[in-house]
């Protein structure tokens, strides 16, 4: 486990040598995810001008789910971001089995090979949208609160990375597994606004089955006073119950990889 | 960094003070080490194949929706085996050439050997380990260049692939130190180690290659396509480089190339593979006299002659206006005779002798010289 | 002069129908790409609705204009779309542009054809969208044929000053190895001023005069304000003349624009 850590460290920082190089691709990068934000948020910013409220919530608690589920996205987005392409670029062209040819754990080798500074981006969003959030509420101030939101960010980044694993494990199968992962990964989407505002159904489906929902909506509900019960801590419980399913799912993906030679 | 100062190279690698203390080895590698086979020199093989059977399963479909959605209620197979029961053993310190057209078994082979595949039936030991259930083990004592798919990070200087390579196989700092040095020399990478692989040719990306792959002293090597578009120089330097290895560390060596040249080089010993079956293994010296029993004589000619009249074992395998080329068998006739023959019927400008060559001796082994040899 | 016309119509004729071939060439994709569009849909109208949870009306708007604009908007977004940056891009970094510039056909025609063919094919492939807008989210398409007309002659008009917009904008990957940068800038930017998220209407002035003195909105915006009856159709002739002005203007500048690039492509190498 210790030789894990640090030889994630040296993957980093490998990385980051020649990311100096990319510096201007690392703004635009940033940039472009930014953008993307603040469209939302300017519809947002417009619309809230204008009403009373949205659904019951008011402007600085919608920044605070928005906020947390983008703290949560970034964290997948900077570190799993290797997932995604898994097909594409290593299996459609023979460069995955050089994971199998290393004496290191290959998923490992996977996720160490890449750190997307794009995320970057989403990560300065979510901070500053937090920020802004918590600014404009008026929460009370106690240790738990920021060991709290450490912890809602942590998992949601775990739900996130799980299901980002468990539908790259596709590409065993389909090569491109893309279209797949991102069919799962847009239904955040619907994570990024109370999940109040939607039918009983697309509630469901974001607590029992793509649960993005404890990424934002049910920490921010807690947070902010609102009774959800159970589900204010199921959060952890939810990431890590995914992730064990996702490595199982990965390891049966790969010896069928091995099997069939693909 | 200056023209005049280039540092040698073990300054690029990380700082690590002091003698590698056993402890700071991992466990893995640890036990790795002392669950070890016999190293090199020992009696056991260092590969060993027996009766090794890899089929594939391809799902067959019709085209378009309708194929897919039939597929996915009633799948059909189509069976393709690609290895068929095949045996070898290779020793410590051999350096052997695999070749076989494309499509023959070579690749399956290989990923077989190296864990990547699972085989359908058969074993495969590689240092007296399972390549696949020891993964992690075998790896360490392994080496593989895949061609022109770099194992190197892209982006980075030379040295930093390097260094990351150290610490992926866990190289003492020391030792890894020594090896960066004595590769820097012979590969002639000095200039190189602060160049990102994109940046470099052909011969450069290869050299470095070569580094990285024997970087962590593997005690065999897979070498699929070494010198595949590299020029001469650079092909008998990466050629020089692996003799050497092989000689001074007793690396045991598997070829997979198209490039003949390579094989008579670098082996001694050739296997080769045709339609899943081994229908070939031994020394080159075999190959040549069995099989070279063909020459060719190629003729410059004023006119074509309507028929000639040749001696036995000898026919014409091209006429065209001026040129005039024949084959003839060795064992029957000789080349004296064969141009006594023409030259007495043809006004003969020149002609030229061809030596036995590797290539086109193996092209009559794909094209069933040995069925012909069985028959005869 | 008839037989010039025949052979300029079946030349791009053949440049048109290539494109829908690309476009089919990604099944899952399709299937995928629905899945995507009814999310994003959806979002959209939920969003709206919770809006007006206790609002009647927003700038002036009932929820209903405002939901028929959003969902018509999804329908007719391919009319935001442009690749333009991307093909030059791709062009130029294949070294292709040299290619392109000895073929015997109008260079700037060539794309604006295969724009056009896109578009129609991209909005052939949104019917699904646009089905599950009428079945599942309500969507009341106007009847007017005076306000159908009124968007066709608006949309053709703002869809031609987008495209000059993006091919100036392409120009500029003659200059910077940031082509994929600068396609995800535009995407970026032309998420929101391309009026697809927002009626005009709701936008306060001063957002709304920006919006409306950038190309982005020329192409959605104007004519969906015209479909969903937000703007009146009496006002459509002026419209189109602003439109036109556009048009005009930016084709003008994207010659000029264009001609400097190629220079610079001629002279200094791709």
Known sequence: MQRYLNLYGAFLGQQFKSYAEYRANFIIGASSTIMMQAANLLTVWVVMQQIPDFNGWGFSELLLIYGLITLSKSINHMFADNLWTVGRVYIRSGQFDRFLVRPIDPLFHLIADRFCYDGVGNFLVGVVLLGAALAGLDLAWTPLVPLYILLAVLSGGGIFIALNLITCVTSFWIMDSVPVTRAIFDNHLFAQYPLTIYPKAVTTLLTWLIPYGFASFYPASYLLGHDVGVYAWAGPVVAAVLLFAGYRFWQFGLRHYSGTGS | ?376 | MISYLRRQASIYGAIAASVPKRFLAFEIWFWVGLVLGAIEMMILVFFWRAVYGQTATLGGLSLDQTLTYILLAQVFAALADQDLIWEFGYNLREGLIAHMLLRPVGFQTNYYVQALASLATRMIMQLPMALLATAAFGLRWPTDLAAWGAFLVSALLGYTALFFFHWILACLTFYTTEVWGLGVLVYGLTRFFSGGLMPLAIMPVWLRTLVLAIPFAQSLAIPLNFLSGITPVAEAPATWLFQLAWVIGLGVVSQLFFRVAVRKVTVQGG
């Not at chain 2, 959605?69 to 053993?89: M, T």
């Not at chain 2, 030991?125 to 083990?137: E, K």
């Not at chain 2, 130190?177 to 470099?200: G, H, K, Q, Y």
């Open chain 2, 1 to 376: 960094m200056s023209i005049d100062s280039v540092p040698s190279p073990s300054q690029f690698a990380p700082p690590t003070a002091g003698a590698v203390s056993y402890n700071e080895i991992s466990r893995s590698r640890r036990e790795a080490q002392t669950a070890a086979p016999a190293p090199a020199g020992s009696l056991m093989p260092a590969i060993e194949v027996e009766n090794l059977r890899k089929v594939f399963y391809i799902s067959k479909k019709d085209p378009g929706l309708a194929g897919a959605v039939k597929a996915l209620f009633r799948p059909r197979f189509d069976e393709k085996v690609a290895v068929d029961g095949i045996s070898l053993r290779v020793e410590p310190g051999e350096m052997v050439g695999y070749i076989g057209v494309n499509g023959a078994g070579k690749s399956t082979t290989i990923k077989m050997l190296t864990g990547v595949l699972v085989p359908t039936g058969g074993t495969v030991r590689v240092l007296g380990r399972d390549p696949h259930r020891d993964r992690v083990a075998n790896a360490r004592d392994v080496g593989v260049v895949f061609g022109q798919r770099s194992q190197m990070w892209w982006d980075l200087a030379l040295v930093e692939s390097l260094n990351l390579i150290a610490k992926i196989y866990e190289i003492p700092a020391a030792r890894y130190r020594e090896l960066l040095d004595e590769f820097a020399a012979t590969l002639e990478l000095n200039e190189l180690l602060s160049v990102p692989i994109r940046n470099m040719s052909l011969g450069q990306k290869m050299r470095a290659e070569l580094a990285a792959t024997l970087i962590h002293e593997p005690k065999v090597v897979y070498l699929d396509e070494p010198t595949i578009g590299l020029d001469l120089i650079v092909k008998e330097r990466i050629r020089d480089f692996i003799k050497e290895q092989n000689r001074t560390r007793g690396t045991t060596v598997i070829l997979t190339t198209h490039d003949l040249g390579d094989i008579e080089e670098l082996c001694q010993r050739v296997i080769i593979i045709d339609a899943g079956h081994i229908i070939f293994d031994g020394p080159i010296s075999t190959i040549k006299d069995r099989f070279g029993k063909y020459r060719e004589i190629t003729f410059e000619v004023a006119a074509g002659a309507a028929r000639l009249e040749l001696p036995a074992g000898a026919d014409v395998i091209a006429a065209e206006p001026r040129t005039l080329a024949l084959r003839f068998d060795r064992t029957q006739t000789t080349a004296s005779q064969v141009a006594a023959a023409v030259m007495s019927q043809v006004d003969v400008r020149d002609f030229s002798l061809a030596e036995p060559d590797l290539s086109a001796i193996v092209k009559q082994i794909y094209n069933g010289a040995l069925q012909e040899e069985a028959a005869a």
